[in-house]
């Protein structure tokens, strides 16, 4: 881990965004190294995801540089972003499979579109994939047959098809029992270094991220508040990473959504 | 007086929201011409939608069209005897059929069961981030679910209107010659004679053809733009049926207009 | 659904929906009865067209041989002109008469061609020298009511 190149593969930096009035990201720095596994942590709704999808240029930043392999993401025309993403994979939150065809055909579905490969070397390498998450016997299956943990494994499958470069995951680990958990997580971690590719999770679950992951950024008010490895993270003493490490109800980010006092809530009379 | 100036503020803002919508709507027109080419390169994407559309509503079709044209046939005869022109009855039931009642009630059945099916899939597709998945993957999503669906719509809507037509003027044969006892010679004859090929038939088939683009469009269009909630997919679902059949009935209009200006 | 399946489906439909159009075409419309692929136009002109419309029937011995094309107005000779087609099988010679007749009590009206005994024929362009206006039916009123002045009561 030490001796990699020092270009990183993802870079953001001082990126702006906002939706409408509403702005979400304040300026935010952060990069991704090739073979390095990222978590950006942070409460619901602190644009998280907005970031992933900067990344794979769904959304235009206000200003600042989205940077995916050392090209700008914001300038790059419809073919070239195409060309882009063919080497990315995207996790969605709920996995996002489609529903009219099965398990298999899912998986295949980048296969079928990008390569010109034969049908055979296709369900090879399909089976392949499946077989990495564990799931070859279940291909024949329909989407709306599967478990959310098994939905979202095969959803990883047919993110890493391709042998992406970068994989992201939007929430990988929301909504699962502790089993498939640990079994999502492992597999993220493995993939990573089987595939030598680097790896964005997005999640609010620190218990599980800070196992298997490289580095961590912490989302706040748009910005970034906070970083670095699982042990910084675990001894920090800022008062934001330790309210969110150790789930506490009270502390930067407060209880209580911003109300008149008691008094004049419940009274219906100024406070003197 | 809030009341009344908040009612004319209202109805301003929806009209122009709704010229802001047809304006995107135009642009989304374009954009999905533009990708239309794996429409028919790739032809079983469009084949599969020729099922799911127009196969899938044969059966609806066919018993509508047998129904109207027996109604038809029973009030067109009803009417017709009183002025002892009974055996005008093929006549009444071709004309109708071909000219107005095929090309729009067809349409409106299309809109209905097709139309609706096709914004509800698009619709589900986006609320369960489907469509975003795939444009992750560096699939067009319009050139690959939203464009093979509109011309499978566009192929469908003039074979459908053809059958409902046909069938129309067997229902009409049915009730008038058969159980009526219309002479069957003149009924024939005289439509052979009142019904012309490219004034009649043609201009219902260009009707079924604007009409399956307009249907099509509609549909493919509130599926692909509505709010990926269960009550956006709903409510998108609503306005496809209902902005189809507005739009039926006044292209009907307008079309009408142009082709039967009555000769001169 | 396998993809042949579908495929059969869908072949099964278009054929039937190809089938319905030609059904409407032949059978319900007159596609194969009166469109003639080649004609020749032939012009002329009339005191009165009546109630003649673009597009109704040439007849010949009540047989349909061609089309009425346009209906115009001649200011120079103040008459009705109308341009028609006849098909190419059909040869008039150049004496013709065109009349323009009613089909049955109160249909609608076409135009009747008489043959004369001319040897040549008619070429495309030409025009009809003899023709019968139609015929109006206050004039045919008038008429009578003169003709029943002029002739004493028994």
């Known amino acids: 881990m030490a001796t990699l190149p020092d270009n990183p593969l993802v870079r953001l930096q001082d990126v702006r965004f906002a939706y409408g009035e509403r702005e979400i990201l304040r300026g935010v720095n952060l990069q991704v190294r090739r073979g390095q596994v990222v978590a950006i942590m942070g409460g619901s709704g602190c644009g998280k995801t907005t970031l992933l999808r900067l990344i794979g240029g769904q959304l235009r930043a206000r200003s600042g540089l989205v940077e995916v392999g050392g090209r700008d993401v914001s300038r790059m025309g419809r073919s070239e972003l195409y060309a882009l993403r063919r080497r990315m994979g995207m996790l969605f939150q709920f996995g996002a499979l489609f529903t009219d065809v099965s398990v298999f055909d899912n998986v295949a579905f980048p296969l079928r579109e990008h390569t010109d490969l034969p049908p055979e070397l296709i369900r090879d390498l399909v089976l392949m994939k499946l077989n990495a998450v564990g799931l070859r016997g279940a291909d024949r299956l329909d989407p709306a047959e599967l478990s959310g943990g098994m939905a979202r494994r095969v959803s990883l499958a047919r993110a890493v098809a391709l042998d992406p470069m970068l994989v992201m995951y939007d929430e990988p680990f929301a909504g699962l029992d502790p089993i498939s958990l640990g079994v999502i997580g492992q597999l993220i971690r493995r993939l990573n270094d089987a595939l030598g590719a680097s790896s964005i999770l997005v999640t609010h679950d620190v218990h599980e991220s800070l196992e298997i992951v490289d580095y961590v950024y912490f989302v706040s008010d748009g910005r970034i508040v906070a970083e670095g490895t699982p042990e910084d993270i675990r001894g920090s003493r800022d008062p934001f990473v330790h309210q969110f490490v150790n789930a506490e109800a009270d502390g930067p980010v407060p209880f209580h959504y911003p109300a008149p006092p008691i008094a004049e809530g419940f009274l219906g009379r100024s406070a003197t | 007086m809030s009341g009344p100036l908040a009612v004319v503020r209202r109805l301003g803002a929806m009209v122009t929201d709704g010229i802001w919508r047809l304006g995107f709507a135009a642009r989304f027109f374009g954009l999905m011409l533009l990708y239309s080419g794996q429409s028919f390169t790739r032809l079983h994407l469009t084949i599969r939608e020729i099922y799911f559309g127009g196969v899938l509503s044969l059966l609806i079709i066919v018993v509508s069209g047998l129904f109207v044209g027996m109604v038809l046939g029973l009030q067109g005869y009803e009417t017709l005897q009183r002025f002892g022109s009974g055996d005008a009855l093929g006549v009444l039931v071709a004309l109708s059929l071909t000219r107005e009642l095929g090309p729009v009630v067809a349409g409106l059945l299309f809109a209905s069961r097709a139309g609706s099916a096709v914004t509800a899939e698009i619709g589900l597709m986006k609320a369960t981030e489907q469509i975003r998945a795939m444009d992750m993957m560096a699939v067009n999503p319009i050139a690959r679910v939203v464009a093979p669906r509109f011309w499978g719509g566009v192929i469908s809507m003039p074979l459908l209107a053809a059958i409902f037509t046909a069938m129309g003027i067997f229902g009409g044969w049915l009730i008038g010659v058969v159980f009526i006892g219309v002479d069957e010679g003149a009924f024939w004859s005289q439509m052979q004679n009142a019904v012309d090929f490219r004034y009649d038939v043609m201009n219902g088939v260009i009707k079924s053809v604007v009409f399956g683009v307009a249907v099509s469009l509609i549909a493919v269009f509130e599926g692909y733009d509505c709010t990926p909630t269960a009550e956006g997919v709903s409510r998108a679902i609503t306005r496809t049926v209902v902005s189809s059949a507005l739009a039926i009935l006044a292209l009907d209009f307008v079309l009408t207009s142009f082709m039967f200006r009555g000769t001169s | ?154």
Not at chain 3, 56 to 78: E, N
Not at chain 3, 83 to 102: K, N, W, Y
Not at chain 3, 110 to 121: A, F, K, N, Q, V
């Open chain 3, 1 to 154: 659904m396998s993809r042949t399946t579908l495929d059969l489906w869908v072949g099964f439909f278009v054929v039937i929906g190809m089938a319905a159009l030609l059904f409407l075409s032949f059978r319900v419309g007159n596609l194969a009865g009166t469109s003639f692929t080649d004609t020749y136009v032939v012009k002329a002109q009339f005191d009165n067209i009546g109630g003649l419309k673009v597009r109704a029937p040439v007849k010949s011995a009540g047989v349909v041989v061609g089309r009425v094309g346009s209906i115009s107005f001649d200011t120079h000779s103040y008459r009705a002109e109308v341009v028609f087609t006849i098909g190419t099988g059909f040869e008039f010679p150049r004496d013709t008469i065109a009349s323009i007749l009613t089909s049955g009590l109160l249909g609608e009206q076409y135009i009747g061609l008489d043959p004369g005994g001319d040897i040549e024929m008619l070429e495309s362009g030409d025009s009809l020298q003899i023709t019968q206006s139609a015929v109006v039916l206050e004039k045919l009123i008038g008429q009578f009511m003169f003709d029943r002045a002029a002739t004493p009561s028994e």
